[in-house]
T-cell receptor, first 111, second 111 residues
Framework: SAVISQKPSRDICQRGTSLTIQCQVD?????MFWYRQQPGQSLTLIAT?????????ESGFVIDKFPISRPNLTFSTLTVSNMSPEDSSIYLC????????FGSGTQLSVL | GENVEQHPSTLSVQEGDSAVIKCTYS??????FPWYKQELGKGPQLIID?????GEKKDQRIAVTLNKTAKHFSLHITETQPEDSAVYFC??????????FGKGTRLHILP
């Protein structure tokens, strides 16, 4: 398994601001993903974070709203831009090394 | 793309009894089926997975069965205990592809 450290673990933000979430993995992994989990809901894939190239976004998610960086094989960031209350969710970093493992998530509340 | 349906959305069982959660998938090319357990305030934790070359896999009180023809798979928990109370997610994917999740089952173990 992989050890995934995600921070911050939670934050309360004002409408219109941006938050950057960091994800650090204890080993090099090819595949890193960012998921969103709205309250009481399932996990929705936001994008695949590609090392050295632009992230691949799923339908309904765009780079301007959720810019992603992946500078190396152990680290990625997700920014939630120009936040609104509808962005209040848990954001989860995950890595796939045959199996898919998740970080502990970032609980984001937007006022 | 892949679509995963999960039932029931809520399940209550008496402590010591068995619990069964069922999922169906749409893409016949999917060959990897993991199950996750998510406790409150935590990221999803992989509890068992199965690949399409086997029909059943067991790990202590947890078992998963797969019917490729019918495109459905199930999670079985025997001798349930209070610590089994959580939300369970099934998922499906092809090798090295994104993993798609079901909507989740909230399992309550009754004393």
């Amino acid at each position: 398994s992989a050890v995934i450290s995600q921070k911050p673990s939670r934050d309360i933000c004002q409408r219109g601001t941006s938050l950057t979430i960091q994800c650090q993995v204890d080993s090099q992994v090819t595949m890193m993903f960012w998921y969103r989990q709205q309250p009481g809901q399932s996990l929705t894939l936001i994008a695949t974070a590609n090392q050295g190239s632009e992230a691949t976004y799923e339908s309904g998610f765009v780079i301007d709203k959720f810019p992603i960086s992946r500078p190396n094989l152990t680290f990625s960031t997700l920014t939630v831009s120009n936040m609104s209350p509808e962005d209040s969710s848990i954001y989860l970093c995950s890595v796939r090394n045959e199996k898919l493992f998740f970080g502990s998530g970032t609980q984001l509340s937007v006022l | 793309g892949e679509n995963v349906e999960q039932h029931p959305s809520t399940l209550s069982v008496q402590e010591g009894d068995s619990a069964v959660i069922k999922c169906t998938y749409s893409d016949s090319a999917s060959n990897y089926f993991p199950w996750y357990k998510q406790e409150l305030g935590k990221g999803p934790q992989l509890i068992i997975d199965i690949r399409s070359n086997v029909g059943e896999k067991k790990d202590q009180r947890i078992a998963v069965t797969l019917n490729k023809t019918a495109k459905h798979f199930s999670l079985h928990i025997t001798e349930t205990q209070p610590e089994d109370s959580a939300v369970y997610f099934c998922a499906a994917s092809k090798d090295d592809d994104k993993i798609i999740f079901g909507k989740g089952t909230r399992l309550h173990i009754l004393p």
